[in-house]
């Protein structure tokens, strides 16, 4: 991992620091659902409307990062969630002139379903467009549908991702595109990233060894899970990359109006009042958690209030790990 690199923008040695899942909308809360139903939209396909204006509202106020989903087919009968609907790196390319802070992170593009030479440029394109702010969150991908439909084989899907992330590399890299093993210095890939290395974060095992997901990514971006499971999880990371690489999940959120509600379970994360929250993210911090995206497509409120309590009355108590949770 380079000097001035996208992971130091949600890796910070001082504080937990906390990055929005895109799609933007809350579909998933009771008035959401009401509101598709009245639309006509298909349940799995999010509202937005509001989106760009609640990115930028994310972005003007302090968040890290923002993640988008590559979800190439919406599958109604598998996995009923079309993600963030647009092309993963179309909508990069429209986040990074509509930021200028945040990270824009992917969790996570599958390398294998795409060649390696226009997954090179496109990322590179994003990053240069955002000034260095890329962090490409890659994985194998467990979709039925998208192997068969492109007509790639599925059970070779790990050795691919090793060879696509090797590929990606090289093709950063001054010197030629790679070709049958050689370089070709007579064949470059423009624009050059900005960053002198774009930063790869793994999504899930992508079926390769904790060993090798050590040596070759530069952080970790695990499903929601108990408090214990990420400790583990935080800490096997760590200790495999002598404390080089970020790790990162999410955590699904409704947060209501009244500071002191007690947590309650709901999938992936909680409804629960700001007190709370601030005391369950200190522990995640304490158990070695960098960076949390929020999704908040649960959330009963409007969604720029909750942006906006995130933001003045949550992320300033997680300026230390120990910091006492405020009233």
Do not use: C
């Not at 109604?76 to 930021?99: E, H, I, K, P, R």
């Not at 240069?128 to 068969?148: K, T």
């Not at 080089?244 to 509600?261: E, K, M, P, Y």
């Amino acid at each position: 991992m380079s000097k001035n690199s996208a992971i130091d923008l949600i890796r910070r040695p001082d504080r937990l620091t906390l990055g929005i899942e895109l799609p933007l909308d809350n579909d998933w809360s009771p008035e959401g659902e009401t509101r598709r139903v009245a639309a006509g939209r298909a349940r799995g396909v999010p509202d937005l409307s509001a989106q760009t204006m609640l990115v930028r509202r994310a972005d003007e106020r302090g968040f890290a990062g923002i993640w988008v989903r590559d979800v190439p087919v919406f599958d109604q009968v598998n996995m009923g969630d079309a993600g963030s609907v647009y092309d993963v790196f179309t909508l990069l390319g429209f986040l990074a002139g509509v930021t200028s802070n945040v990270a824009l992170g992917t969790a996570a593009v599958v390398l294998p379903i795409r060649h390696p030479l226009l997954t090179a440029k496109a990322v590179a394109s994003a990053d240069a467009l955002s000034g260095g702010r890329l962090i490409l969150g890659v994985a194998s991908g467990d979709r039925p549908v998208e192997y068969p439909l492109l007509g790639i084989d599925f059970e070779s899907r790990g050795e691919a991702f090793r060879k696509h992330v090797t590929y990606l590399k090289t093709a950063w890299q001054a010197g030629g595109l790679p070709v049958d093993g050689e370089r070709i210095a007579s064949l470059d890939l423009l624009p050059r990233p900005a960053q002198q290395s774009i930063p790869m974060v793994v999504a899930g095992q992508a079926r390769q060894s904790d060993d090798w997901l050590a040596e070759h990514m530069d952080g970790r971006f695990v499903y929601p899970a108990g408090l214990e499971r990420l400790a583990m999880q935080a800490s096997a990371w760590s200790r495999a990359t002598a404390g080089r690489g970020a790790f990162i999940s999410a955590f699904h959120l409704d947060l209501v109006d009244q500071a002191d509600t007690p947590a309650n379970p709901i999938r992936f994360g909680a409804r629960l009042g700001r007190k709370a929250l601030i005391e369950h993210f200190q522990k995640l911090a304490e158990a070695g958690v960098d960076h949390i995206a929020v999704n908040l497509r649960q959330s009963a409120r409007p969604l720029a209030d909750v942006i906006d309590e995130l933001a003045a009355d949550v992320m300033p108590q997680l300026g230390k790990k120990t910091a006492a949770v405020a009233a």
